[in-house]
């Protein structure tokens, strides 16, 4: 495992909305705080920073654009010299200027971390992988919600995000400890 100088952290969805009750029980309540380790991490060392924000299209989301739950939380706003990102869909290069911007800094490892494990922090992973980055999920610093399965099953957040993790684990993405990231930066 070798963290290349320029790797970019990408944080998914630290936005206020996704504090809300509603959405209901969660796995990992440690993420934000391995979050913002990574966070501390590349900001001492001039790694670039990317901020993403989901501008949701439906009225109902926590991150629906009229409402304060778009809005960073405070401790994840973005700094100055820090890119953000703004996406309508999970995937954060579908029609962003993400791989654009990553090809033009010549970044070829991304660290993903956020929210939610099986949607966003999936979704990105995956396109990742296909576009030939050298992606690491920081499985401890995301985290994501009880969810029923197609055929009716209550699953908890914990196999959500396990089974989330399985399926991009060597073949869309490395799946690691913050604490391994943390160990060879």
Known sequence: MELQANAALIIIDQQKGILQPRLGRRNNPQAEERILDLLALWRRSGRPVIHVQHLSRSPDSVFWPEQSGVGFQERFLPQDSEWLIQKQVPD????????????????GQLIIVGVATNNSVESTARTAGNLGFDTWVAEDACFTFDKTDYFGTPRSAEEVHGMSLGNLHGEYATVVSAGQILAVA
């Open 92 to 107: 954060a290069f579908c029609a962003t200027e993400l791989e654009a911007r990553l090809r033009q800094a010549v970044i």
